[in-house]
């Protein structure tokens, strides 16, 4: 029996995570003393793992396919291949930063001034390849968490932390000097496994219905009743993904107009609509948009 061998991120990405499945058609049930969620398709087996060790697990075969960031595919350096890109957080649907920040009064303002100091981080490994790289020696402390008050409390000189609005930064009085890396969530796959017709034809089916899912969000449909007479009016209104749908209404002058458009149009685009003769309109959320 084939059977395909995925990670679940636990953690940050956790509910992200499921949420993403049960929109691109699969139900994930997690158990609370258990790592094995139960999931509705025969050919899945799932596993819960914490993103940060999940490129080790799909490299050395434990795993077939797993979700986790690029920073900890490039932290543990791991050898895997990369099904596809998923933008998405527990926030928000955008990368995250990984940056340098010193204290607001710091004499430090720039990578060079680093020279001898010390760096509290999560990201060890690539953190250290960074500055080594550029030819700055600087000694690097692993933090287990509240790494912001590493350096407001002198035990660093610097933080090395990962940050999508910058609040938790700034809030700690400290302020950004570097980026060292962009990092956006991936569907990472073990090379033998991704070398298998089977097992990689399921992966790249699960990658087309989470993009189509992902490409969803904060879309919708419309659908209204126009009158012919009113047809190239309201056509011109209408964004789309390609050209909205229309067609015939029964025995009638009128066609039924459909289009996808972005959420945020809606509120300014009904009002409009109506004025120019459109009736009937209907909005309707959407799950993927393959």
């Given at each position: 029996?084939?059977?395909?061998r995925i990670g ?97 009064n710091s004499s ?183």
């Open positions: 029996m084939n059977l395909l679940i991120p636990k953690g940050s990405l956790e509910k992200a995570t499921l949420e993403l499945f049960e929109k691109s058609g699969w139900r994930i049930k997690l158990s609370n003393r258990s790592y094995f969620p139960e999931v509705d398709d025969p050919d899945l087996a799932c596993s819960m793992c914490r993103a940060q060790e999940m490129s080790r697990y799909v490299e050395n075969g434990t795993l077939d396919v797993g979700i986790t960031g690029k920073d900890w595919v490039l932290e543990n350096g791991s050898e895997v291949a990369v099904v596809t890109d998923l933008v998405y957080s527990k926030v928000s649907k955008r990368p995250t930063r990984w940056v340098l920040a010193v204290p607001a430090i303002k720039s990578l060079r001034d680093l020279e001898g100091k010390k760096i509290a981080t999560e990201l060890v490994s690539f953190t250290r390849n960074y500055f080594k790289q550029r030819d700055i020696n600087v000694e690097i402390e692993f933090s287990w968490g509240a790494t912001e008050a590493k350096v407001v409390s002198g035990l660093a000189d610097a933080i090395v932390e990962v940050t999508e609005t910058e609040s938790t930064i700034k809030a700690h009085g400290l302020v950004i000097i570097h980026e060292l890396l962009i990092s956006n969530t991936q569907l990472i796959a073990n090379k033998k496994a991704f070398a298998d017709p089977w097992k990689r034809e399921k992966m790249e089916n699960i990658a087309l219905l989470l993009q189509g899912a992902l490409k969803a969000d904060r879309m919708v449909g419309l659908k209204m009743n126009v009158p012919e007479s009113k047809l190239k009016e309201v056509m011109h209104m209408l964004p789309s993904l390609n050209a909205p749908t229309v067609s015939n209404l029964y025995q009638k002058d009128w066609f039924s107009v459909e289009t996808v458009i972005s959420e945020h149009e809606v509120r300014d685009l009904v009002p409009r609509l109506l004025k120019h003769g459109a009736e009937g309109i209907i909005e309707y959320s959407l799950n993927k948009v393959i």
